[in-house]
């Protein structure tokens, strides 16, 4: 048993570090430390920085302008970019679409759609859910019907993240009524400005507008954008949703917020005490290190078994269980932290350049708001309910 | 990064897990937990022979092994059979004799190496909770000697024991790490009296009163004053030994449960097809792979020369197995219904056992408190 990481990968953790302290731009990563909202622009920079570092695309081979990266480079990568405060890759193309164009597309859609992933030129986005299909992914009803060299796409998605931001949409679309519901889904390609198709926002409980709905009426798509066969989208589907997720702890992103959270008690003061040493709140926050450290380890044994050709599979399942939990406890925290200041919430305040009045202590504008918008993670990504489901068949055999 | 164990402590690890399963089952366990003795001579010579004792020491003192990843191996077999066994006491009163021990003081380590001799570790007191500083034990010159008075608690197989590791203070107020001295003490030392007991998970113990025992010069191990370095030492040894030992219980029981979800019929099926009882599966299995990566991480740095990072490693273990222990006890015991009540099933000796290492060398909470009181200063 060894723990630490080779000389080679200690070399390629001093590279990236070195690439982030030349190339991150420092107000970028002070919204993202800040917690301050994103726009559209700032994700498309730090992608443009990245890609022509040529370490955009972390999840494909060289061939296709990947980085080829190990499992173990990939996790470097990720916790080193989490602790810098970097703004997270967008992963609806990068991570999603390009590994399915890759294994399930063919010549002529990779060469089209991968170069125009990488180099910015087209927003993805994801048409999985529906109102009606949401853990029974496979229950969706959004319709394609060939007609001649195109297919009519008619129904509805939602939950549509950053949809107003894209030009185009991969979707799970009916192609077959009859059957199994998972052997009648394909899996295409979508310009979001062909006619019919409207994109509606819906308001999260924190007041952003990060997800939507997407409408489909007689939508005309080019039968060439359909990936693999008809009515063995399901494929694609699976494939994406369980590909690259050894990564999927989050370990990065938990480091990073547990220091701050760290920062944040030194400086709160309770009882003319710093937090910190209140019994109650470190004991709180003493038990979600330990788990994260515990975490670091399981994750760090899951990388070690997909190294020995072990393909994660519901391996992952318990990391994005533990890993939800953990980043839903930590910002718990930064909520309780706060006290009474985690309730005024001026929205306009998470805007960058805000110089209006500020209110409670700093990190407060945004506690509360980014602990109700968190509660998110155990519900996307397939469920937590649904993460026990799949260990119970995968592992346990129930 | 290799999370492989080395060629050497695999076939220790298999070894004596074929050992445990094929010599030690449940039946074998049972009649010796419950015997007058508390523990098999003859298995003690046994472990002895197949190197399970030899592999908790370093070579330098007679031993195999000594590393973390060596104790992890050797408790986490003898976890998965539930071995009484006095390998806990014979890991710290050892060390503690290899760590500080003259040459002659030494020689007590040939016989408990070769599975001739239970030494046990009296260290805890009565009314004196988990606190390693805490010791009223007081030892005063006597003579060329040392007189001791004082009491102590729960010592491993303590009607058994040759050799008593006694820590008593010889400085300094209750609670000072500082001024705590360490003893060998042979049993039947005049003004030592045992009262033994069996215990609830198996074997026996007992407390020791010691009224005015006159011990030699050198019955002093290590410098005068200078023993809570060791005993924070060979505990640290002992709280990833019983983290191990936890480990290799939480995955026979886990086994066992995920067995009888699979054959026990209720409402026609297998009672494994109901959500409710899959989901508190899960649960149970997710956190024993993350008290894994909790034992992986106190072993991986059991060696590690800075104190903190040592012994909060260690103590983020404790806090884990503590936690997760008593969780697989419960769940286990509620996923088999009423025949986990009984004492038939060895599951619920598995249970008894998780739950009890929570009440040893310190619980949940004070090791919870520790790993905050080690934590370095935020700037």
């Known amino acids: 048993m060894d723990l630490h990481f080779t000389a080679e990968e200690e070399a390629f953790r001093a590279e990236v570090r070195a690439f982030l302290a030349a190339q991150l731009p420092p107000e970028l990563a002070r919204k993202v430390r800040e917690n301050h909202r994103l726009h559209k622009a700032d994700m498309q920079a730090w992608h443009a920085i990245l890609n022509a570092r040529g370490w955009l695309a972390s999840h494909w081979p060289q061939a296709y302008g990947g980085t080829g990266w190990t499992a173990v480079q990939k996790f470097i990568f990720e916790n080193e970019c989490a602790l810098a405060h970097a703004p997270r890759i967008v992963p609806f193309g990068l991570s999603m679409l390009g590994p399915v164009l890759i294994k399930y597309g063919n010549e002529a859609q990779k060469r089209h759609w991968l170069p125009r992933i990488l180099d910015g030129t087209d927003w993805w986005c994801q048409g999985y859910s529906e109102p009606g299909a949401g853990s029974d992914l496979a229950s969706l009803k959004t319709s394609a019907m060939r007609d001649g060299d195109h297919y009519v796409v008619n129904g509805q998605k939602t939950w549509t993240t950053l949809g107003h931001y894209a030009n185009m949409i991969f979707c799970l679309v009916r192609t077959r009524a009859e059957g199994k519901p998972q052997e009648g889904i394909s899996f295409l390609l979508v310009d979001m400005d062909t006619p019919g198709i409207e994109v509606r926002p819906i308001i999260t409980l924190d007041g952003e507008h990060e997800v939507n709905e997407v409408f489909f009426s007689d939508v005309r798509v080019p039968a060439a954008n359909l990936v693999g066969e008809e009515n063995r989208g399901w494929s694609c589907a699976k494939y994406l949703l369980t590909y690259e997720r050894t990564n999927i702890a989050g370990v990065g992103l938990s480091t990073a917020a547990l220091q701050q959270l760290k920062a944040v008690a030194a400086r709160q003061r309770k009882n003319g005490r710093p937090l910190a040493q209140d019994p109650a709140f470190a004991a709180r926050l003493a038990r979600v290190e330990i788990e994260l450290d515990n975490m670091r380890i399981t994750n760090l044994r899951v990388l070690a078994a997909a190294a020995h050709g072990g393909a994660p599979g519901a391996e992952s399942s318990m990391l994005k269980i533990r890993g939800t939990q953990i980043r839903q406890e930590i910002t718990a925290l930064q909520r309780r932290a706060m006290g009474v200041y985690a309730r005024p919430y001026v929205a306009q305040a998470l805007e960058d350049g805000y110089d209006g009045p500020r209110v409670g202590p700093q990190g407060a504008d945004s506690a509360a708001a980014q602990y109700f918008n968190y509660r998110k993670l155990s519900i996307f990504g397939g469920s937590n309910e649904i993460q026990k489901n799949i260990i119970s068949k995968m592992i346990l055999g129930l | ?379």
């Open chain 2, 1 to 379: 990064m290799n999370f492989d164990h080395t060629e050497d402590r695999r076939m220790l690890s298999d070894m004596l897990k074929r050992f445990v399963a094929e010599q030690y089952a449940f039946a074998v366990r049972d009649r010796i937990a419950r015997s007058p003795e508390g523990y098999s001579a003859e298995f003690w010579q046994r472990y002895a022979e197949l190197g399970a004792i030899g592999a908790l020491f370093a070579e330098a003192d007679g031993g195999l092994g000594g590393t973390g990843f060596d104790i992890a191996v050797v408790f986490e077999a003898l976890g998965r059979g539930l071995v009484v066994e006095p390998f806990l006491d014979a890991l710290m009163a050892g060390d503690a004799i290899a760590a500080a021990g003259s040459a002659s003081q030494k020689q007590a380590l040939e016989p408990l190496l070769a599975g001739g001799a239970v030494i046990a570790l009296a260290h805890a007191e009565p009314g004196n909770g988990y606190e390693l500083a805490r010791v009223q034990t007081r030892a005063v010159r006597d003579g060329d000697g040392w007189r001791l008075d004082g009491a102590k608690a729960v010592v491993a197989q303590a009607e058994q024991a040759g050799l008593f590791v006694v820590s008593a203070r010889t400085a300094g107020d209750d609670d000072d790490a500082g001024g705590i001295s360490l003893f060998l003490v042979p049993a039947g030392a005049a003004g030592l009296h045992v009262q033994g007991y069996p215990l609830i998970d198996g074997g026996r113990a007992g407390d020791l009163a010691l009224a005015g025992v006159r011990l030699p010069a050198d019955a002093l191990l290590g410098q005068a004053g200078a023993g809570h370095a060791v005993l924070e030492r060979s505990t640290g040894k002992g709280l990833l030994a019983l983290c191990a030992e936890a480990l290799g219980a939480m995955d026979a029981a886990r086994d066992a449960t995920l067995e009888y979800l699979q054959t026990r019929q209720q409402f026609g099926v297998p009672i494994g097809r109901f959500q409710a009882l899959q989901h508190r599966m899960a649960d149970v299995l997710l956190e024993i792979e993350q008290a894994r990566s909790a034992v992986i991480n106190a072993a991986a740095q059991l060696g590690h020369a800075e104190r903190a990072a040592r012994e909060r490693a260690l103590s983020a273990a404790k806090v884990t197995i503590g936690r997760v222990g008593t969780l697989v006890a419960e769940e286990c015991i509620q996923l088999h219904g009423g025949i986990g009540m009984t004492w038939e099933l060895p599951l619920a000796h598995y249970a008894k056992r998780l739950v009890m290492i929570d009440h040893q060398l310190g619980d949940e909470d004070h090791h919870l408190a520790r790993f905050i009181a080690l934590a370095p200063a935020q700037a």
